[in-house]
């Protein structure tokens, strides 16, 4: 009898302790933005898709966005992920409003569905908010001594990149030295002989994300880290032991962000994707890590933002829609055939 | 009925004891409850319960596998990369069981037959991994064997980390298996044995171990059964390096990732395959050994 | 058979080394390292928002799979224990079926049953209902592992009280409803209780099988092991991940010392 009553007294202090836990919830992970956040009445709620890397900017972006008389009341459901299958769950009924992809094909994918409008990208940037360089991050004091692609060949470096068939981040990853060798596509074959080497003997491990890759390469995995600038300046304020070395040669990243012609509530979503332009949340970018688009606070950031030698763009190789095909599609692409036949 | 506690997770005991005789009475009694609509609807509801939950789901990606016949099926298995996932996790998975095998029994024979202070804690911490949650497994490994390790063994994104990630979710299986046949021993054999002039290893061979077999081959193979499937305890610690650490599991995600459903579909039925296999030769196995025991005593 | 005291030692020292270095020192750890700043940090850690909300969603979970699994669990523990059950073989393994199914295959399952282009797919637009990157997917996740516990735990005590009871109540002009909340219901109530404690940590800790179905909003279809994986992975957050994995640990903690105390009530019935 005794017992029981202690199983009872026990389960049911449990259960209290739980249900005593169960105040009024919320999306954020921060506990000061708890009082911040909390507008009352009518709210409207937009779902943000996006790829993992661009959370620490839009930490910064969303508070401020609904600080403006646009914002005010609007709140925010965000959901991080690789970016390729981001955009597969969305085009596959995950509920968005906004979607802020690495790449370009991600969108693509959902204009093809005929969930985001084909003149998605007829702006002024091309529904291009922010963008960065393709970077190499390096353990503390660059004790392999890699400072251009070609040192990524040397025997023993090993180098981390994320699957380029669900991250966005890991095409941008092989499209730079690609760019870089075949002089922007002229010389394909040498692009492509680099991409192969790299592939088959120093990338070992397939993260499915930019992010995971950073968590892997943090981790103790590899020499070399191929990322997004911003994510190397991201990792290196939040104080691990890296730094990152930007080739001479590299190539520009420019990621998208499209409103869902399917969203229920469009009109806060454009607002909100025209928020990401203005000035002030230029500056947030910018101060995120990643390169604002808006030429006077580029300008204004430059210092922080060393212009390489040479920066290569996805215009250079003629467009995403000639290079992801040729390069990525997942039976005929050439960068596919490398990945298949590095797996064997 | 024994006082140890069936595992949380663990397929039942590949053949219910008491099953059999109390069948027998209920069908040679008179049915109760309710007419026969009552039960005709019943039936009814367990059927349509059990196809819903569980059978149509399963329908569902066997008949997607084969989207591209036989041969889109047979190529997204035979993939080299499926085939690499397939043999890090088989081998890794043996292995586990046979690590299991020998600590299983090993912790079971001393939590039954040795005393020592702390031993009911010790054997109340013996389910925790069936009530840890996987994910918690995964992290709470990779915070003592991973990068940060204060003891500085880094096992994470190993064929090593895997295995201990593996030994973890398993231990229950044979321990819990092996203990109640172990409290059931007639130890009365064993001292007879010994005042015979048997030696300690010749009484462990020739007479408890025959008694224990059937109990830790099923534990083993139960062990066996959850690695194979296992997800949770490996996605921190196993670092998914496709041709080292990457399990079937993790490929199957992938493949969803990388938008290849079909890919996704047929590997998964050959994974399901595999486990269930496992446990189909596992209650097979035990029904011929009752039956051998039943026509011998 | 006696071993020498030595013997013993040595089979002691190497079974407690084993499970310390494979249970204990781990654990250790995490709550040193989840504990070592203090009390506070903890706490303001698992009360953020999202925090909060995945705890109630997995609780939420919880709380609609146990009642589904606690009705159509008995019933079929019930028909197979009882009735003339058509193929019953073949029942016995479908409920077994769940144990031997990897997490990332069930969510495949859903995903290709309930998913856009899946046999299912067309309920969404007919209805509105979201399964796949919904609650609902979530909770059919959650059922499909934890659907054998209760039918596990009820079906072998009701061979076991037999039918004599019932049967009597039955001559004394007891309806089947009356039978049933009389009789055979006082009789399952431990082994019931049993295999609803097991549901509750199963379901709490469900990992791959719901990450595989949800859509990955934190505060709103997060639970509390997708937001360990997340604060993990996609937050940067170690600290954070560690936390609630403390808070869920405590949770499994709770089910274990709750497990053990009904398993002693079980068997000593």
């Known amino acids: ?58 930490d910064l972006v969303i508070p401020a966005f609904q600080k403006t008389e646009a914002g005010k009341g609007v709140q925010f459901q965000q959901s991080y992920g690789a970016s390729g299958d981001q955009s597969r769950k969305v085009a596959a009924g995950a509920e968005a409003d906004i979607v802020s992809f690495s790449v370009e094909p991600d969108v693509t994918r959902l204009v093809d569905a ?79 002989d680099y991409v192969n080497a790299l592939v088959s003997d120093h990338v070992k491990v397939q993260p499915k994300s930019g992010r995971e890759a950073t968590e892997t390469f943090l981790q103790g995995s590899g020499d070399a880290l191929l990322s997004y600038e911003n994510e190397a300046l991201f990792i290196e304020r939040e104080g691990d032991p890296v730094e990152h070395v930007t080739p001479p040669q590299t190539f520009k990243i420019e990621n998208p962000v499209a409103v869902l012609s399917t969203s229920k509530n469009a009109a806060k979503a454009k607002a909100f994707d025209e928020f990401l332009y203005t000035p002030q949340a230029q500056k947030l970018w910018a101060q995120a890590g990643f390169r604002p688009v808006d030429e006077t606070v580029a300008a204004e950031f430059a210092a922080d933002f060393p212009a390489p030698e040479k920066l290569w763009t996805i215009a250079d190789l003629g467009g995403w829609s000639t290079v992801d095909p040729a390069l990525f599609d997942k039976e005929k692409g050439s960068v596919a055939k490398i990945y298949n036949a590095a797996t064997q | 009925m024994s006082t140890t506690t069936q595992p949380v997770g663990a397929p039942p005991s590949p053949a219910p004891p008491s099953a059999a005789p109390a069948r027998a009475s209920s069908q040679g009694g008179r049915r109760r409850r309710g007419g026969p609509g009552g039960r005709a609807l019943g039936l009814g509801v367990v059927g349509l319960w059990l196809s819903l939950m569980v059978l149509l789901p399963l329908a569902a990606l066997t008949v997607r596998s084969f989207d591209d016949g036989l041969s889109g099926f047979w190529a997204a298995v035979t993939a080299p990369a499926a085939l690499a996932a397939l043999e890090v996790t088989l081998g890794v998975s043996v292995v586990v069981a ?200 | 058979m006696r071993t020498s005291r030595r013997a013993t030692l040595a089979l002691r020292t190497l079974a407690l080394v084993y499970l310390v270095g494979l249970l204990a020192v781990p654990i250790v750890v995490i709550l040193w390292r989840t504990f070592g700043e203090g009390l506070g940090p903890f706490l303001a850690s698992v009360r953020t928002p999202a925090a909060v909300s995945a705890l109630n969603l997995s609780l939420l979970i919880v709380a609609i799979t146990v009642p589904l699994n606690v009705v159509f669990g008995v019933v079929t523990a019930i028909a197979l224990a009882r009735w003339r059950v058509p193929f019953r073989g073949v029942v016995q393994a479908v409920v077994d079926l769940p144990f031997a199914v990897s997490p990332i295959v069930v969510g495949v399952s859903l995903i290709m049953l309930w998913g856009v282009g899946g046999w299912f797919g067309g309920l969404e637009q007919s209805t509105g209902i979201k399964v796949i990157f919904g609650l609902p997917g979530m909770v059919i996740a959650t059922v499909f592992v934890t659907l054998p516990f209760v039918v596990r735990e009820v079906e072998p005590v009701l061979h076991e009280i037999g039918t004599e009871q019932e049967q009597a109540a039955a001559t004394l002009g007891a309806s089947g409803w009356q039978t049933f909340w009389r009789i055979t219901l006082p009789a399952i109530r431990w082994g019931l209780t049993y295999g609803v404690v097991l549901t509750v940590a199963r379901a709490l800790g469900e990992f791959g099988a719901v990450i595989m179905v949800s859509s990955g909003f934190p505060g709103v ?3 509390l092991t997708l937001l360990v994986h997340s604060r993990y992975i996609d937050d940067h957050n170690t600290y954070g991940a560690y936390t609630a994995a403390t808070l869920l640990m405590g949770l499994a903690l709770l089910t274990l010392l709750g497990m053990t105390l009904l398993d002693r009530k079980r068997t000593h019935r």
């Open chain 1, 114 to 192: 005929k969930m985001v409008d084909p003149g998605w990208s007829s702006g002024e940037h091309r529904g291009i908010p922010f963008g960065s360089v393709v970077t190499i991050v390096v353990r503390k004091g660059n004790p392999k001594g890699i400072k251009d692609w070609d040192d990524l060949l040397k025997p023993g470096v090993e180098v981390v990149t994320p699957n380029p068939f669900s991250s966005g981040s890991a095409k941008w990853n092989l499209l730079a030295p690609y760019a870089v060798k075949s002089q922007g596509g002229q010389d394909v074959q040498a692009g492509l």
């Open chain 2, 98 to 297: 046979l690590v299991n095998a020998v600590m299983g029994t090993l912790v079971a024979w001393v939590l039954v037959r040795d005393e020592f202070p702390g031993q009911r804690v010790v054997n109340a911490l013996i389910d925790l991994p069936f009530a840890l949650p996987t994910i918690v497994a995964s992290i709470v490994l990779l915070s003592l064997y991973g990068p940060n390790s204060p003891i500085g063994v880094h096992l994470n994104a190993t064929r090593w980390g895997l295995g201990v990630a593996l030994a973890f979710v398993t231990l229950p299986f044979v321990v819990r298996s092996v203990q109640p046949v172990l409290i059931e021993l007639d130890r009365e054999v064993e001292e007879a044995a010994a005042s015979l002039g048997a030696s300690n290893t010749t009484i462990f061979r020739r007479v408890v171990l025959p008694s224990l077999a059937p109990a830790v081959i099923s534990g083993t193979g139960l062990a066996f059964a959850r690695a194979v499937g296992e997800y949770g305890s490996v996605v921190l610690i196993g670092g998914n390096i496709p041709r080292e650490t990457q399990v079937v599991s993790q490929y199957i995600q992938q493949q969803i990732e990388i938008d290849s459903p079909a890919a996704a579909a047929a590997v998964s039925v050959a994974l399901l395959s595999v486990s269930f296999l496992t446990l189909f030769v596992l209650r097979v196995w035990a029904t011929l050994s009752q039956r051998r025991e039943a026509s011998t005593a």
């Open chain 3, 221 to 223: 279809s997060q639970t």
């Open chain 1, 1 to 58: 009898m005794t017992s029981r009553r202690t199983a009872l007294a026990a389960l049911l202090t449990g259960a209290t302790l739980m249900v005593g836990a169960c105040a009024g919830g919320g999306a954020s992970d921060n506990v000061d933005a708890a009082a911040g956040g909390g507008a009352a009445g009518a709210t409207t709620t937009l779902n943000l898709y996006g790829y993992a890397v661009p959370k620490v900017g839009y």
